[in-house]
């Protein structure tokens, strides 16, 4: 059941113009329109060795455009976004174009209100996030009114109601929202020279969506969840902590049982000059959480359930990456970042930046309910499971460090290990798939030619001998600061078992940038892969072809 | 979507008046995001009593941003004895790693201004599209240039465009 988009122009774009004409009435001087544009094209050639698939249009691109207007305390914006079709790795439903994206907003004292889209987060958004992540196709925003009501220093109250956006339309639930945050050193003036700095927060969530009578089982129309959070900072240390309660909730994600969510995100950090260390720790339990319970993949997501693993950036380290398992997790995460100053031993000249980080993340436990009921058995409470118990199931461990050290005023030197074990089987939900288990070496030299000239050269090896077996990685890359780069990569995996699949993933780039406009060319292989951001990934298909990128801001 | 798209049009007349008047009174858009102790900072308050600022959009997992900032803070002291300039590097990690960014920091031991937009709401009232993204404002908080990407060298280029502005020359182009 989707609900047409189409309806809520009409009074919508009204009152945008009534907008409009009430800052213009005024005559408020200095409003200005500003905007960005972005994207994304390729032309697609077959290439059977890789398993690039023909594609018919032979030619795709994703584009789009913001446009925002402010005036003093008003602002209204509009996005159009095209999808000509969706490159290869998009949700097919994004096919075609329009304007799914335009809000009008203005601030008046204490209160700030917002009519159309938005995106926001209560918290850590264990029980609410509406974002937009472009690069994976994920934009959740809602669609309704939002207020935030400020009614003294420190104290800052949010409420929202809405539809979620799906592609070109919109989720059948309905979400509603309230969130409440207490500075205290702000809010009492007895605080306000204390050297605690203390944060609270609580908020509910709760979604509507009408029960379904052809469905076996009485399903919850209204799914409430809650979530209380604490920041605490004295001097050098930081803690951050946040507890979510989600009611039960049976979707086609948990198997539609009807065991309640929860989760628990808590770090606590010391740092000064130097010297930094974190320490992290999660458990999530059947936090499933979306606007359609019929709804799979990556859209409707009311729920945000960051991953505490590293995010790394170079191609090998990247190749296995971590995302949360919303059906439960337990991990931790430690890291220690600290400098070896100027003139030491271990500093040299201009001192030496090392850190390190371990990371590891095991299913839940997940013990029947009775004797008699299968685990997880649909129209049950599914499982028991003892909050603080590690399961035996191993899902993710990331042991790694970084040195970066400037060698001379032209050398620049980036050493990187990591050690990683990564449930593929889990993780990409291929039942049978080994755990893998790979050693992963990094260098990454930078020289400075002239002052703004300089040569990059990555190399990157990967040992493993599960999955695909190794892939050793160089990279070229020359830039002349601040407009000009051009590279040249190949990724090979020499290591394949099956001696004719080690292909060679090879490509070359160009690109230009001048201020906030730039523009890039690439030509050659895209390896199938997984590309993530925050913890969210989408499957990367294989491709062949010629890239072109645009991105511009005004 | 018709009565939209004209209404935009119909509008659009009543706001193109006001935009001749962009370069009077520019200034940051107002928008809540967090400094690394949790308080609230709104977007539209950032200053440097009156010399030029540096607004820097990074992320932990971003490579050239850390390269770009690393390379500005072992000639950070040198910049702001000389420009008074000041740098405000706003983070876009979100919950997964806004955590880190603190302990980052310190261990990197960067004196920059450290700020956490986590759902990219300054990111998007900044219109920014990729990172690193840096703007450069003058002392009346008007964006005068900005830039996408880093190379080796970039800096140069930013701390000529910060002498020009307190020579009071103008910045013509990007």
Not at chain 1, 28 to 43: D, K, S, V
Not at chain 1, 75 to 82: D, I, K, N, P
Not at chain 1, 247 to 259: A, E, G, R
Not at chain 1, 362 to 384: C, M, W
Request: neutral net charge; glycine residues 8%.
């Amino acid at each position: 059941m989707i609900l047409p988009m189409k309806k809520i122009y009409f009074p919508l774009s009204w009152l945008l113009l009534a907008a409009c004409l009430q800052v213009s009435a005024q005559q408020l001087p200095g409003g200005q329109i500003h905007g960005n544009f972005e994207l994304n094209a390729q032309y697609y050639t077959e290439d059977s060795a890789i398993n690039a698939p023909e594609v018919n249009e032979q030619f795709m691109m994703n584009a789009y455009t913001n446009l925002i207007y402010t005036n003093g305390n008003f602002s209204a914006g509009v996005r159009y976004e095209a999808y000509l079709n969706p490159m290869l790795g998009f949700d097919k439903e994004y096919e075609g174009n329009g304007i799914p994206y335009r809000f009008a907003s203005y601030r008046q004292g204490e209160f700030e209100i917002t009519v159309g889209n938005f995106y926001d987060q209560f918290g850590n958004g264990l029980i609410f996030r509406a974002y937009e992540e472009k690069t994976l196709g994920i934009d959740n925003s809602i669609d309704g009114v939002r207020v935030k009501f400020e009614p003294w220093k420190g104290i800052v109250f949010k409420g929202l109601v809405g539809n979620q956006r799906y592609y070109w339309n919109k989720g059948d639930g309905i979400i509603r929202g309230v969130d409440a945050e207490f500075h205290l050193n702000d809010a009492f003036p007895k605080m306000e020279n204390w050297k605690t700095k203390i944060t609270l927060g609580g908020s509910a969530v709760s979604r509507f969506q009408k029960d379904d009578p052809t469905f076996k089982y009485k399903l919850p129309e209204n799914v409430a969840a809650m979530a209380g959070r604490l920041e605490v900072v004295r001097g050098a240390f930081h803690v951050n902590g946040e507890y979510a309660y989600k009611m039960n909730d049976p979707s086609v994600l948990n198997n539609y049982i009807y065991k309640p969510g929860e989760a628990l995100f808590l770090t606590g950090s010391y740092s000064r000059k130097g010297l930094g260390i974190i320490l992290a720790g999660k458990r999530i339990d059947n936090m499933h959480f979306r606007s359609d319970r019929n709804v799979t993949g990556n859209p409707l997501t009311i729920s945000y359930l960051p991953s505490l693993t590293r995010q790394h950036t170079y191609a090998l380290a990247a190749f296995y990456p971590y995302s949360t398992q919303p059906k439960g997790e337990i991990g931790y995460f430690a890291e220690i970042d600290y400098i070896f100053r100027k003139n030491t031993a271990l500093g040299g000249k201009y001192g030496t930046q090392v850190s390190a980080s371990y990371s590891r993340v095991n299913a839940i436990e997940f013990k029947a309910i009775d004797e008699t009921t299968a685990l997880f058995k649909r129209g049950t409470l599914g499982y028991r499971s003892d909050f603080f118990k590690f399961g035996d199931e191993v899902y993710f461990s990331d042991f790694n460090i970084e040195i970066t050290r400037k060698i001379s005023k032209s050398w620049k030197l980036i050493l990187n290990y990591l050690n990683l074990a990564y449930n593929q089987d889990v993780i990409e939900g291929h039942p049978g798939s080994p755990m893998v288990y790979a050693n992963i070496g990094i260098a990454d030299l930078t020289y400075k030619i002239t002052e703004k000239h300089a040569l990059r050269a990555e190399l990157q090896q990967m040992l493993t001998r599960q999955d695909k077996g190794e892939w050793v990685q160089l990279l070229l890359e020359y830039t002349i600061a601040p407009r000009w780069f051009i590279s040249v990569m190949d990724q090979y995996n020499y290591g394949n078992e099956q001696s004719d699949q080690r292909y060679h993933y090879y490509l070359g780039s160009l690109g230009y940038t001048k201020g906030p406009n730039r523009i890039s060319l690439a030509w050659g292989r895209q390896r199938e892969g997984i590309l993530c951001v925050g913890g969210v990934c989408r499957a990367v298909p294989a491709s062949n072809g010629l890239q072109i990128s645009i991105t511009s801001t005004f | 979507m018709k009565n939209f798209i004209l209404t935009i049009i119909l509008g659009l007349p009543l706001l193109l008046p006001a935009q001749e008047d962009q370069h009077k009174a520019a200034g940051l858009p107002s928008v809540t995001i967090k400094n690394l102790n949790g308080e609230n900072i709104n977007t539209a308050t950032l200053s440097n009593k009156g010399k030029p600022m540096i607004i820097s959009f990074w992320a932990l997992w971003c490579k050239p941003c850390i390269k770009e900032l690393t390379t500005i803070a072992d000639v950070y002291d040198e910049w702001v004895e000389e420009t008074g300039v000041k740098l405000f590097a706003v983070s876009i990690d979100d919950a997964r790693s806004s955590a880190r960014v603190k302990p980052m920091v310190e261990g990197k031991g960067w004196e920059y201004e450290v700020l956490l937009d986590p759902n990219g709401d300054f990111k998007r009232a900044m219109n920014i599209t990729v990172i690193p993204h840096t703007f450069l404002l003058d002392g009346n908080g008007n964006v005068v240039w900005q830039h996408a990407s880093f190379s080796e060298g970039s800096e140069l280029e930013l701390i000529e465009l910060v002498r020009k502005l307190n020579r009071g020359e103008s910045l013509d182009a990007h």
